[in-house]
């Protein structure tokens, strides 16, 4: 989820409880602002098109996610029923190398990109480009799918098993070793460094200040606002959020992915089942809601420059929502056990579906049906954003929108859970896997919870946020020089499964959604299978060589 362009803030109540922040914020603002200025529009640098502006970092994103689309031949299309499959567990064993499964990672992914975005981000959206931008949101939700399925692969490909059995990958490594594989190590190794200082940088801000702040701000406003009893106590928010965020972060990520794998498909039916409700007091208008996404989408009512403009809005939304090109995949499936890489990839996929299909499909349709598509965006912050869909929920019933507020607080947790992970494994490579760092960094991304709750830093944010866009820049131009390796490696997996090769799982050795320990039998089982399939391959080698030279040619080698 990104907060870019979604930098507002609480009032501050007027005590003196908050003086002393007020005035901390104010000389960060003072000292911060001027670089975050610069920086920020160095990132967001648009051109006009159609009326409105285009970030060429929207560009930049919308051209690999159409590249790739066509490049791995369509597998939104082609491998969404196999990919089924990949989630369950099916092709991974239990004691393939990794610490956590498949749908744990893409839980742990979704976490991270379902949030603020879904409700806040889609709700501005279509007050400003009407209900023709969300149906631009799913179009480019399905194009990112194969960028996360990029993503995904090469972090497993290029992954590192430590000693511990722990592991560590993401972009950083496929950018140094997989660059260094097709000739570019001075490239890749700058490239690999330039991509992990932007991420820890972008990710404390995006992924835990800003998360903060807005969540204590939501359930401030929702709570009676300067009446709450929350108002003066912002600080009692963040704690609650960081003792808790603590104990599930200081686990490392088999605790991070054991959680987010519960709250993940909670806070998503939460959310489903509350829009459904609203969309069934609303039933009539939900033909002619879809109506209006098409004709919006296509003639570009309500946003002045037409069908560009509103396709503008639209990809832009998709693309800062699910964060495809950001490289947050490698890392959250780096983790998995597997010993195929392209198995991540085709789980990969159901990241930007979920996210930009499904959950902001949800929220357009709550807007649209409820006729709060021609409502005033305001100044187009995510507490704007959120007070749209809250009237939405407040349609049902008076109390309906604490639900959202619900929803807004879990989807902001989960996201300050996923988001650590990536943080600590940029200070990982940075410093050699050095523990120590990387303990330091949780205790610090621990603590700066509360700091977020309490203060707004909105430079800091927005800098990081600046950086958070950075992060695509190496990213996707590692993903382009290796995208022969990468359409190899697809499509090899895809042709084994088509021809029935791919060898199957005995049941009971099946990763499966959240079970992925061995037993001490079945390690041991384990290796008597590798050293078997081993023998065999070195009796067929040796068999090749005998029959090579009973036919007098001189095997010297130990190619086959």
């Not at 670089?35 to 409105?52: D, R």
């Amino acid at each position: 989820m990104s907060p870019h362009s979604a930098l507002a803030h609480a009032a501050p109540p007027s005590t003196d409880v908050l003086a002393a922040a007020s005035g901390i914020d104010q000389a960060v603002e003072t000292m911060f602002a001027p670089i975050a200025n610069v920086l920020s529009a160095i990132v967001f640098f648009g051109v006009p098109v159609g009326g409105t502006e285009l970030p060429l970092i929207v560009v930049w994103l919308m051209a690999a996610a159409v590249f790739l689309t066509v490049y791995l031949r369509f597998q939104p299309i082609t491998g969404l029923a196999h990919s089924v499959k990949v989630i369950r567990g099916k092709l991974t064993r239990k004691t393939d190398p990794g610490e956590v499964s498949s749908f744990q990672a893409l839980a742990t992914e979704l976490s991270g990109t379902v949030g603020l975005g879904n409700i806040a981000g889609v709700a501005v959206a279509i007050t400003i480009g009407g209900p023709g931008a969300a149906l631009w949101i799913i179009i480019f939700g399905l194009l990112a799918m194969t960028v996360k399925m990029a993503e995904a692969t090469l972090g497993v490909k290029y992954r590192t098993i430590l000693p511990d059995g722990t592991t560590s990958g993401g972009p950083m490594y496929y950018l140094r070793d997989g660059l260094a594989d097709i000739g570019r190590p001075k490239m890749g190794k700058f490239l690999a460094y330039f991509y992990a200082i932007t991420t820890v940088v972008g990710v404390f801000g995006a992924g835990n200040l800003f998360q903060a702040n807005q969540s204590a701000a939501i359930l401030v406003n929702s709570t009676g606002g300067e009446d709450s009893f929350f108002a003066d106590k912002l600080w009692l928010i963040g704690l609650i959020m960081a003792i808790v965020a603590g104990v599930v972060i200081l686990g490392g990520i088999t605790s991070i992915a054991r959680w987010t794998s519960a709250i993940t498909p909670l806070m998503a039916i939460l959310y489903f089942v509350s829009v459904v409700i609203i969309l069934l007091l609303n039933f009539t208008a939900i033909p002619n809601a879809f109506v209006l996404m098409f004709q919006g989408a296509f003639t570009g009512e309500g946003i002045v420059g037409g069908i560009v403009g509103v396709a503008i809005v639209g990809i832009q939304r998709a693309l800062f929502s699910n964060a495809a090109g950001i490289g947050s995949a490698g890392m959250a499936h780096s983790a998995v056990k597997t010993s195929r890489p392209a198995t991540e990839g085709f789980t990969a996929m159901w990241e930007p579906l979920i996210d930009s299909v499904v959950i902001c499909t949800l929220t357009a349709l709550a807007i649209i049906t409820t006729g709060l598509y021609d409502a005033d965006a305001g100044d187009g912050s995510t507490e704007a954003g959120v007070n749209l869909t809250a009237q939405a929920f407040g349609t049902v019933a008076g109390w309906f929108p604490y639900i959202l507020t619900v929803c807004v607080v879990l989807f902001a947790f989960s996201t300050i859970l996923s988001y650590a992970y990536y943080g600590q494994k940029a200070i990982g490579f940075l410093t050699k896997e050095s523990a120590v760092a990387q303990k330091v960094f949780q205790v610090v991304w621990v603590v700066a919870v509360v700091v977020g709750a309490s203060i707004s830093l909105s430079s800091v944010i927005a800098f990081s946020d600046a950086m958070f866009f950075l992060m695509s820049v190496p990213n996707l131009l590692g993903i382009y020089f290796l995208s022969k390796v990468l359409r190899l490696e697809i499509l090899r997996h895809k042709r084994q499964a088509a021809s029935g090769t791919l060898e199957e799982i005995p049941e009971d050795l099946q990763v499966g959604l959240r079970n992925h320990t061995p037993t001490e039998e079945q390690v041991a089982s384990e290796k008597k299978r590798r050293a078997g399939v081993r023998e065999k391959r070195k009796r067929i080698r040796d068999s090749f060589r005998k029959a090579q030279k009973d036919r007098g040619v001189d095997v010297k080698d130990d190619r086959v």
